[in-house]
């Protein structure tokens, strides 16, 4: 099977297994485990913040940044196709009681101006209070799209403007670094905190973190343990994480030039449409414009020949690079759409 329905399928590899084998562990609860804590230094390093926790899930990971900056009844600025919206069982309204405000924006993109006209007046009583703008980077939904710096720049300046903090939802923060060549710092330079994956692009089997301020950390950490992420011996995670950032960050451009292969090979079929200048890291979204075709029979004649993509909605399908793919299965991939789909009328 080619696994391309998200980068969250990956499996540790004997290395990595190697690694969490032999990991020192002690009880995290009680900040005794040491691997775990060597983790967060080295993320909070490697992001320029000046601490950083681990968390058991990108979801996690989002609800306890929300918890700590907002209270019940108050609002976070987010766009409209954003994951904590779309796929986090509404974990800010049921574990944070916060409002979203919805917004639109190209490319997952929110306008600077868009946002800073939706930043309620706090001396009006009618209102609730915004706390926060929350931007996702890379947009998953928006086709793995690249927030531009400069945007996340003006956002900051928004924020600080208003009052209030600018989160980043950095599950794919690497790949968009990958993608512009530019260290992390030129992105968490500007959000008060962000979250990153290490069970996507980086191909471990566990984890996410958060950083920011000691002040956020030590918050979140309360919050960590209220949301049920406060867990005993997570050296032997902490390992596999520490292992991906050694071993798999630097190999992300692969991802992105095989996602790029696998976008041209199928916009060449009539049945489908690609917008290629979406495809800017590791995903691939396209859409079935053939009548007699829809996303889920394109995906089950796909899985006939050992080919696995995912549904986005009815006519789009999303397929994504990873540490699992190589070259040579996109090569053969591309051959399966070839075979299966040249010859069907648009
Ligand atoms: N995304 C998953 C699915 O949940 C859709 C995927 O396959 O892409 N932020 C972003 C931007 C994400 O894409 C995801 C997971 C999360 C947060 C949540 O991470 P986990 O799954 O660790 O809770």
């Known amino acids: 099977m080619i696994d391309f329905r998200s980068d969250t399928v ?25 691997t775990a804590n060597l983790l967060q230094e080295k993320v909070a390093a490697l992001l320029e913040k000046e601490a950083a926790l681990f968390v058991p899930s990108g979801t996690m990971a989002n609800a306890v940044a929300i ?8 609002e976070v600025i987010i766009h409209k196709l954003s994951h ?60 793995g799209s690249v927030y531009p710096v400069e945007v996340v720049k003006e956002l900051s300046e928004v924020a600080k403007e208003k009052g209030v903090v600018l989160h980043m939802d950095g599950a794919r923060l690497f790949n968009a670094c990958a993608a512009l060549g530019v260290k992390p710092r030129e992105y968490t330079r500007y959000v008060d905190s962000l979250s990153i994956c290490f069970s996507k692009g980086l191909g471990a089997p566990v984890g996410s973190a958060i950083a920011g301020s000691r002040d ?9 343990k209220m949301f049920g992420g406060g867990m005993r011996q997570i050296g032997y995670l902490a390992a596999a994480a520490l292992y991906a950032l050694d071993h798999n960050l630097q190999r992300l451009p692969e991802d ?16 489908f449409d690609v917008d290629l200048d979406a495809v800017q890291t590791n995903m691939v979204f396209f859409d079935v414009v053939a009548d007699d075709l829809d996303a889920a029979s394109v995906i089950g004649m796909l899985l006939e020949e050992g080919v696995l993509v995912g549904s986005i909605t009815r006519k789009r399908i999303r397929a994504v690079t990873h540490l699992d793919i190589s070259r040579q299965d996109v090569l053969q991939a591309i051959e399966v759409f070839r075979k299966l789909f040249s010859k069907t009328a648009a």
């Open 10 to 34: 990956t499996k540790p590899s004997p290395e990595m297994l190697e690694a969490m084998m032999k990991a020192e562990v002690g009880d995290d609860v009680l900040g005794e485990d040491t």
């Open 84 to 143: 904590t919206y779309l796929y986090e069982t509404a974990s800010a309204a049921a574990l944070c009681g916060v409002q979203f405000c919805l917004m639109d924006g190209a490319g997952g993109i929110l306008d600077p101006k868009d946002v800073s006209d939706a930043v309620h007046d706090p001396e009006k009583d009618h209102f609730p209070r915004t706390r926060m703008i929350f931007i996702e980077n890379t947009h998953n939904i928006a086709g």
């Open 256 to 271: 992105h030039t095989n996602a790029r292969l696998l976008a041209e090979a199928i916009s060449e079929l009539d049945c």
């Open 67 to 74: 918890r700590v900056w907002a209270e019940p009844g108050d």
């Open 216 to 224: 956020f950390i030590k918050r979140a950490h309360r919050f960590r």
